[in-house]
């Protein structure tokens, strides 16, 4: 079974920068999207950022638009994503995600819709 291994997050202050990675442990394996979710504690887990593997596109939470970016994803390569101007809110135990077939409606953004799941990283912003 192929595993989604996260590193990276940690902790940082309020406006500063962290960034994620997420590689599946097999050079093998091939998605159609791959995205970052995270839940904050008392909350549902929320949609952050998702790429299509084969063609790049990218798509955004409201909240994460003109501050994260997500990368890479594609051919077994590592997942990135890039957070700058992190807020207190932010906060939150962040996933990776990953979906295998093709999803007719576009890039999905709801969880369900993802096969594989990274362990989770802990990213927490001081005020």
């Known amino acids: 079974q192929v595993q989604l291994v996260e590193s990276g997050g940690g902790s940082v202050q309020a406006e500063g920068s962290l960034r994620h990675s997420c590689a599946p442990s097999?050079?093998?394996?091939?998605?159609?999207?791959m995205a970052w979710f995270r839940q904050a504690p008392g909350k549902n887990r929320e949609f952050v950022a998702a790429?299509?593997?084969?063609?790049?596109?990218?798509y955004y939470s409201a909240s994460a638009k003109g501050r994260f970016t997500i990368s890479g994803g594609n051919a077994g390569s590592a997942l990135s994503l890039q957070m700058n101007n992190l807020k207190h809110e932010e906060t939150a135990v962040y996933y990776c995600?990953?979906?295998?077939?093709?999803?007719?409606?576009?890039?999905?953004?709801?969880?369900?819709?993802?096969?594989?799941w990274g362990q989770g990283t802990q990213v927490t912003v001081s005020s």
């Open positions: 097999e050079r093998t394996f091939s998605s159609a999207y």
């Open positions: 790429i299509a593997s084969s063609t790049g596109t990218t």
């Open positions: 995600a990953a979906r295998t077939s093709d999803h007719e409606d576009g890039i999905p953004v709801a969880g369900v819709s993802y096969d594989y």
